[in-house]
């Protein structure tokens, strides 16, 4: 029985005996193939992150922070965050019976992740302003005692999430030779990175991928070089204008010989489309950004030539986070009488 | 890894080498523990279906249905569904390159499980009329040839579904003393039943669970021995008046000294929101019947007592699916200025 990714991977986190363990079981996600579903002809996998309890990755660097908030005792949790991280901040501090704070810029939240963070009990303030203005706000309340800060400034977070990396090498029984990842704040891309090589360095695998990495073109500072002032893209989970991990993503970029390109919302949503359509897997806009590079980089003839590819796509958010978005891309609602005749003529239709 | 149901519990399905396998690689759900979080002083565990990739159980059934639609050479699926149904038909006909066909009843549909349907490519028509016209119809057209039936009647849905009850012995290592869970149409407490059965015929495991029931008490046909024609509760899930598998429903109950109980949806909603609030666990209305009849049981005295009682609580959806619910039951946003000073005095009051 899978035990949650502290459990599991214990001897690879800075956990001790007496950390009391605050889970909900995360990790053990799927890796589905994929390669046929969107027209490759090498292997291509999805790791299904939105699998997660909350349905993000977001839940294995917070099991970690929330546990070590605990063995430090703590009163109380906070984050600022436009989603994903406040779903399951507010989750893991249910469990751990901590109360939680959570800042969001007004109007700036998709549905679903805003029901959860109010239905696990945080408490949620709307800050009228943007993202940057919300995190200075909760950096200088985590100074007080007792209020631990639980955004990606965390660094227990990370070493969470590299437990991802960890299951993808234990699920193949080998290392992809390409990771294929969005990058918005950039701790995901960095946290892959470390755990491919911790299990290199453990002597459990015996090589490293080469690390893609994605952003959305209107939201792409390290593959502009500069911060960007006000990131648009549709894909909310990535857009950050001044990404907090940005030296060791290109540090895992450049030592992995790899890159980190900028693609349209356009390529964006008719990844998430054809990933819903074809694959059958539903997720949030910026996880298709992992998929959407993928076939832009084929299309250019990246793979060609290369021998023993195995690629695998990180989906890091189930597609119900957001299904405002899944209404804009999807046809219609047909309505009809319930008459037999109507019914069967849209049937034959097809 | 995880390879899915079929291919994992092959053995007690019905498919032979012939049958070419849809998955999403669904079941593997976690098995967590609650008792603690609930007030309950004995092992309680929450079968978090939710995990599953379209975020319900109904997964289980619907990678059979379809890889035997498959098998047969059909050339479309079909389903009425309110719901959960409709999103894991429309996501596994995508992976099988199948089109569906869902009637939904107008109106009646939550907003996560529609916006699946939809994404996932299925051809969704709104009848003006309730699931039973909806589901009249769908029957007719199933009639013609290429075309199959994926609702709960298609018999293999059962057979997917019992998988749940294998993993639960599998996850805890002995069989629970009993099952708590929701009964809309009564597949589920018929396939769980099935499944325990065929574990212990097959010599795996040595006993039975004590099967016990929950439907909402506007929609409780099974405890009132009488259809329904207008069921109503919140619990929309398990709003069904005439249940398919009444039948064997009984049977379960009566086999295994259970009970099938109903409760009110104010019970059913103080446990969805003590699940999300102290457990972490953020699952749809239906799904807190079984924590809701659990606890008004316990309550009763009805495990006063008893030896070695281990209970396992179905959570049949993720709460995901039903935002607009949560909306109702949590508190609301607070809004502010992006102003320290305020924001510190409303996380002081905590």
Redesign the interface.
């Known amino acids: 029985?899978?035990r949650g990714i502290i459990a599991e991977y214990s001897r690879y986190l800075p956990v001790t005996k007496d950390t009391p363990i605050i889970t909900?079981?995360e990790g053990?996600t799927?890796?589905?193939p994929i390669g046929e579903?969107i027209g490759l002809d090498f292997p291509v996998y999805a790791k299904?992150e939105g699998?997660?309890?909350?349905?993000s990755f977001k839940d294995r660097g917070m099991t970690m922070a929330v546990s070590k908030a605990m063995e430090e005792g703590v009163n109380?949790v906070?984050c600022a965050s436009t989603g994903n991280t406040s779903a399951s901040a507010a989750?893991?501090a249910?469990?751990a019976?901590l109360?939680c704070?959570v800042?969001?810029p007004?109007g700036a939240t998709a549905?679903?992740k805003?029901?959860?963070a109010?239905?696990?009990?945080a408490?949620?303030?709307?800050?009228?302003?943007n993202f940057d203005?919300?995190l200075r706000?909760v950096r200088?309340?985590a100074t007080q005692k007792g209020?631990t800060l639980v955004n990606s400034l965390n660094p227990y977070r990370i070493e969470g999430q590299k437990t991802a990396a960890f299951e993808i090498c234990?699920?193949?029984?080998h290392v992809p030779s390409h990771l294929c990842i969005p990058v918005g704040n950039a701790g995901n891309i960095t946290a892959y990175w470390q755990g491919f090589q911790e299990y290199l360095n453990a002597g459990i695998s015996n090589s490293l991928p080469v690390m893609l990495g994605f952003q959305a073109e209107g939201a792409a500072p390290i593959v502009y070089n500069r911060p960007i002032e006000k990131p648009e893209t549709v894909a909310t989970a990535i857009r950050i204008g001044n990404p907090a991990s940005w030296e060791k993503a290109l540090a895992a970029r450049d030592e992995s010989k790899g890159s980190i390109l900028a693609i349209t919302d356009e390529e964006i949503l008719a990844a998430y489309?054809l990933l819903?359509?074809?694959?059958?897997?539903?997720c949030e806009p910026a996880s298709a950004a992992s998929v959407a590079g993928l076939i832009e980089m084929n299309s250019s003839g990246y793979f060609q030539g290369k021998h023993n590819v195995s690629v695998v796509c990180i989906l890091t958010g189930?597609?119900?986070?957001d299904?405002?978005n899944?209404?804009e891309?999807?046809?219609?609602?047909?309505?009809?009488?319930?008459d037999?005749a109507v019914?069967?003529e849209?049937?034959m239709e097809?």
Chains 1, 2 share one sequence.
Not at 118 to 121: A, R, V
Not at 170 to 173: A, K, P
């Open positions: 029985m899978w909900l079981q053990n799927p890796l589905i579903a299904y699998l997660n309890p909350t349905g109380a906070i989750a893991y249910a469990k019976g109360p704070f800042l969001i007004e549905v679903g805003l029901s959860q109010l239905i696990h009990g408490k949620v303030i709307a800050v009228k302003g203005a919300a706000i200088d309340l209020i234990d699920q193949l029984g489309r819903a359509s074809k694959a059958g897997l539903f189930h597609g119900l986070k299904p405002d899944a209404f891309q999807a046809p219609e609602v047909i309505t009809a009488p319930p037999y019914i069967q849209i049937v097809g």
